[in-house]
């Protein structure tokens, strides 16, 4: 499945018999021709960003030719550095807390 979507970025044949190509490939012209967006409601558009998200979760290639990749896997790793920082920060509480019961019940 994650395969297909490297393929059909780079796929230049219209006539590929790789399943499901000719589907990808028709997300991704949608996708940058709609005027609806994810946005707006569009299922298509919604499909295809989950499908790419998918991708660039599992994407180790810096160079990736799949549309948004790139983009998507800033996002993310923009998103993990969020969530570590507000568990560190979460974790510093909790030891602080427990810190000053234990100043306060001794
Ligand atoms: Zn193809
Ligand atoms: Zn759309
Ligand atoms: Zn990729």
């Not at 989950?50 to 799949?66: N, T, W």
Request: glycine letters at 6%; a positive charge; one cysteine or more.
């Amino acid at each position: 499945m994650l395969d297909l979507l490297v393929h059909a970025s780079q796929c230049r044949s219209p006539l590929c018999q790789y399943p499901n190509c000719r589907k990808v490939k028709g997300l991704f012209r949608h996708g940058i021709s709609c005027k609806t967006r994810a946005s707006g409601g569009c299922v298509l558009c919604k499909k295809m960003w989950y499908l790419l998200q998918l991708h660039a979760r599992a994407c180790k290639e810096s160079q990736c030719h799949v549309p948004r990749c790139r983009d998507l896997k800033e996002h993310l790793r923009r998103l993990q550095q969020q969530s570590d920082s507000r568990r560190r920060a979460a974790v510093m509480e909790m030891m602080r807390q427990r810190a000053a019961e234990v100043a306060g019940g001794s």
